[in-house]
């Protein structure tokens, strides 16, 4: 009885065992809850160099933005970093991106002005601590100084025209502003001006004409007379190349080979008066079909003559006349002489009787 009871226990502990599933939530708490107490109850001291190599990713990345970072902070403020230098395509790239972020004319003015003064400060270094002269750099800050001009004159006629001062052209037949060149700043461009703006409009333009005037007062005091004297003696030097330049001066078994090859006109003796052109002789050329004589460049071509057929069948040859003339062609079956230079084609030709000739007599074929 004992036994059939404990059976019945099993099956039904068994049969509640499938019947009974619990939720996934449950499941997901209640694994939760036994990490948690798995990690508190065997809790490990990691150390630091577990930790760090753990992280080294995060590290390396961090490493090269932090390490590029300080470089172009370096190459763009550094005076030192000068044209042909390692990081100076860096710096170019870096002050590029500065000037695409310079939208308003007076940041523009600013910009232009800023790079003048570092390409001056390039040279400078160049000059005088690696005793280099740079003329790429000097032309440079020229053309920066320019471009600062241009912008001012933009900027000027912009304030003025915001301040009514002058009006702005108008295009009588479409009645609409002419000038896209000039465009006042919109309100987010006004709020994000430095602070020259923000001064009155008398203020702000002599402070910038200022600048530029200095900055090109500068220039033409110490850069522009090393300019001129650089081109003057670039151009002094390509002179002296051009005139030394031995276009003739050739080694003297080249020379043998150009004088065998193109051989020198012959000279006249010194007592000579030709009374006649052709009584200069000139040297013959290679080449056959080249006129030797002025008169043969002067005549015309002799005339082609007219095809001639093929005359294998009839060994008839024509006549012979002392004359320099050409002969017409006498053909056996033709009555007709056919000239050489006109056809008549009016006539019809006239044929001779067939004249029989006799076979050549051969002598006869053994058979084999």
């Known amino acids: 009885m004992k036994n059939i009871t404990d059976k019945k226990l099993e099956s039904i502990l068994k049969n509640f ?26 809790s490990q001291k990691q150390s630091f160099f577990s930790r760090f190599f753990k992280l080294k990713l995060q590290f390396a990345s961090a490493l ?10 370096y190459a763009y403020s550094s005076d030192t970093v000068v044209n042909g230098d390692l990081l100076y ?14 939208i308003t004319p007076e940041r523009k003015v600013e ?8 390409r001056m400060e390039e040279f400078t270094h160049l000059e005088q601590k690696r005793n280099r002269i740079d003329k790429p750099t000097l032309k440079e800050a020229k053309r920066l100084i320019e471009l600062s001009e241009k912008e001012f004159t933009i900027l000027e006629h912009q304030i003025e025209i915001q301040s009514g001062e002058i009006q702005p052209e108008i295009d009588i037949r479409s009645k609409t502003e002419m000038t896209p060149e000039f465009v006042a700043p919109t309100k987010a461009e006004m709020r994000d001006e430095p602070l020259i703006m923000q001064e009155p409009k008398n203020k702000r333009i002599i402070k910038v004409k200022e600048k530029i005037e200095n900055t090109r007062e500068h220039f033409e005091e110490k850069f522009e007379p090393r300019l001129e004297e650089l081109e003057k003696l670039e151009r002094e030097m390509m002179k002296e190349i051009t005139q030394d330049l031995p276009f003739n001066n050739f080694s003297p078994d080249i020379q043998d080979m150009i004088d065998a090859q193109y051989p020198p006109p012959q000279q006249p003796p010194q007592n000579f008066k030709p009374n006649n052109i052709n009584n200069l002789k000139q040297p013959e050329p290679q080449n056959s079909d080249f006129p030797t004589n002025i008169q043969d460049i002067q005549q015309p071509p002799p005339p082609q003559q ?23 062609f006498k053909a056996p079956h033709l009555q007709e002489q056919i000239s050489p230079n006109v056809i008549n084609y009016d006539k019809e030709p006239q044929t001779q009787p067939f004249q029989e000739q006799t076979p050549q007599q051969f002598p006869p074929k053994k058979h084999l």
Not at 111 to 118: E, G, V
Not at 306 to 328: G, L, R, V, W
Request: proline share 10%; glycine share 2%; charged share 25%.
């Open 89 to 102: 395509p860096l710096k170019l790239g870096t002050e590029k991106v500065e000037g695409l972020l310079a």
């Open 306 to 328: 007219p095809y001639q057929p093929d005359t294998t069948d009839f060994p008839i040859q024509p006549e012979m006349n002392d004359s320099k003339q050409p002969q017409p």
């Open 17 to 42: 065992s499938s019947e009974a599933k619990p939720e996934k939530m449950f499941m997901r708490s209640l694994e939760k809850k036994l990490q948690k107490q798995f990690a508190e109850t065997y």
């Open 64 to 73: 090269v933005v932090i390490f590029f970072t300080s470089t172009t902070i």
């Open 111 to 118: 910009y232009y002005n800023k790079m003048a003064d570092r």
